[in-house]
């Protein structure tokens, strides 16, 4: 069936991938992000998917920005928080700015999405929820407490929206990525990227694909049982 979604940094990396993945299910699809405009404007030309600027960390800016695509697709019934950055450097060497810029959008800017959707949900008593976390939130990394402390806060966020959400035929679920090969990852290091994929049972980083179809899986009408889970997408880096 058909729904409206919205994909917060849908137009590249992963959130490309996942706003493809969920065009392709029928779904008409509405793909954030922050300021890439030329990416932005070359992803609606490939894919007839409809961008739309506002910073996650920004209620007000999230508030008005899900309100206008509301009024043009309808109202919102699968909503995957996306968006993220990394601004890593060990603890002695992070700065406030880069603890706040991280907690503001990857932690905030999941409220900040699902906030303004969840009463059209509860009213309708239908909803999917999916927040992109990471294996860092999982383990932990070095070089990444802002980012750790985000990536595990988000799966705090779903087990609690999946138990507020159920009676009212609201999922809310994680996926868990591990290295996946888009800007985020090709921009560390080579030696370090090499080193990461050594630390990978399959050899090879992910590809945003597969986070896509675990995405489009879980905001099927066919996952209504499954809430507050997380799936682990890493190549065997990690069990929980
Ligand atoms: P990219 O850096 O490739 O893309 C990030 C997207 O988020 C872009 O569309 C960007 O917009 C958007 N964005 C960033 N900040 C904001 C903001 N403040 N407001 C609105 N949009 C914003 O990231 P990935 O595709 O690699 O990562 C996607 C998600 O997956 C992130 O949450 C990340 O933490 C998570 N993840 C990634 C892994 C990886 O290996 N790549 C591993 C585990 C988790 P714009 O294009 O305008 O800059």
């Not at 043009?72 to 950055?85: E, H, K, R, S, T």
């Not at 939130?137 to 966020?157: E, S």
């Not at 959400?165 to 990852?185: F, H, L, Q, R, S």
């Not at 990461?196 to 945003?208: D, F």
Request: with cysteine; charged share 20%.
């Amino acid at each position: 069936m058909g729904r409206v979604a919205l994909v917060t940094g849908g137009s590249r990396g992963i959130g490309e991938a996942i706003s493809k993945a969920l065009k392709a299910q029928g779904h008409e699809v509405a793909a954030t992000y922050a300021g890439n405009d030329e990416k932005a404007a070359a992803f609606t030309e490939a894919t007839g998917i409809k961008t739309y600027k506002w910073n996650v960390a920004d209620y007000e800016a999230s508030k008005a920005g899900i309100a206008q695509v509301e009024a043009d697709l309808g109202p919102i019934d699968i909503v995957v928080a996306n968006a993220g950055i990394t601004r890593d450097a060990p603890f002695h060497k992070m700065t406030p700015d880069q603890w706040k810029d991280v907690i503001d959008t990857n932690l905030t800017g999941v409220f900040n999405t699902v906030h303004p959707v969840w009463p059209g949900m509860r009213d309708r008593g239908f909803g999917r929820i999916v927040v992109i976390s990471s294996i860092n939130g999982q383990k932990g990394q070095f070089a990444q407490v802002n980012y750790a402390a985000t990536k595990a806060g988000d799966l705090g966020i779903i087990k609690s929206l999946a138990q507020e959400g159920a009676a009212k035929g609201i999922t809310a679920n994680a996926v868990c990525p591990g290295y996946i090969a888009t800007e985020m990852v090709m921009a560390v290091p080579e030696k370090v990227r090499e080193k990461i994929i050594g630390m990978i049972p399959a050899g090879r980083l992910g590809e945003p694909d597969e986070i896509a179809r675990c995405v489009a899986f879980l905001t099927s009408d066919d996952a209504g049982f499954i809430n507050g889970s997380t799936i682990s997408a890493n190549g065997g880096q990690f069990f929980v």
